[in-house]
Nanobody
Framework: QVQLVESGGGLVQPGGSLRLSCAAT????????MGWYRQAPGKQRELVAR???????NYADSVKGRFTISGDNVKNTVNLQMNSLKPEDTAVYYC???????????WGQGTQVTVSS
């Protein structure tokens, strides 16, 4: 069983930055996609950004130009650099890994991001 371990959440003022990291506890084999999702209180979980093992990325419109996702296929890690944070970015952020075959999918435990003055 693969576990995804997240780190880097916290409290930041509007306009500030945070970097989230996620690492798989065991090797996972390409092709796969790793990404970040978030869930705010009373709202559905939504995609923030994801990256394939080939390096293709896509972002939610609400974070384009502010967030950058990056991944390392050897270390099986994915990072999310979040700049120009807004109060509406406040949510629990979850890391997810999916195989392209659909055979497996794993979620991290979530990390809280709070943007507030």
């Amino acid at each position: 069983q693969v576990q995804l371990v997240e780190s880097g959440g916290g409290l930041v003022q509007p306009g500030g930055s945070l970097r989230l990291s996620c690492a798989a506890t065991r090797s996972i084999f390409a092709p796969y996609t790793m990404g970040w999702y978030r869930q705010a209180p009373g709202k559905q979980r939504e995609l923030v950004a994801r990256i394939t093992s080939e390096g293709s990325t896509n972002y939610a419109d609400s974070v384009k130009g502010r967030f950058t996702i990056s991944g390392d296929n050897v270390k099986n890690t994915v990072n999310l650099q979040m700049n120009s944070l807004k109060p509406e970015d406040t949510a629990v952020y979850y890391c997810k890994a999916d195989s392209e075959s659909g055979l497996w999918s794993f979620w991290g435990q979530g990390t809280q991001v709070t943007v507030s003055s």
